[in-house]
Nanobody, 127 residues
């Protein structure tokens, strides 16, 4: 079964760090644009960061630039999201997904260009 599984979420204090992992099973991530998205209660799902499968170019939501870093390890069939200097506003369920549309969707990093969706991993930033 082809699927992406998110892990690495948890409870962290403001200013702390987490690293999320998006592991693929049943298929190779190589060549796919992969994105991280989040959805907070009562809010729309939004793109956090995307990385191209062709040249590893990246895009970030303005509010996470300088704090979050997306990377991929095709040998491990995994994409990571390193999150530093976390804020309470970062609290959400985080999802990863793949797109067949290539690097063209990296800058916009919109959920409409990605799918399907897994269970996600909860990130809670609170003191």
């Amino acid at each position: 079964q082809e699927q992406l599984v998110e892990s690495g979420g948890g409870l962290v204090q403001p200013g702390g760090s987490l690293r999320l992992s998006c592991a693929a099973s049943g298929f190779s991530l190589d060549g796919y644009t992969i994105g991280w998205f989040r959805q907070a209660p009562w809010k729309e799902r939004e793109g956090v960061s995307c990385i191209s499968g062709s040249d590893s170019s990246t895009g970030y939501l303005d509010s996470v630039k300088g704090r979050f870093t997306i990377s991929r390890d095709n040998a491990k069939n995994t994409v990571y999201l390193q999150m530093n200097s976390l804020k309470p506003d970062d609290t959400a369920v985080y999802y990863c997904s793949a797109s067949v549309f290539g690097r063209a969707v990296v800058s916009s990093c919109s959920p409409v260009d990605f799918g399907p969706w897994g269970q996600g991993t909860q990130v809670t930033v609170s003191s």
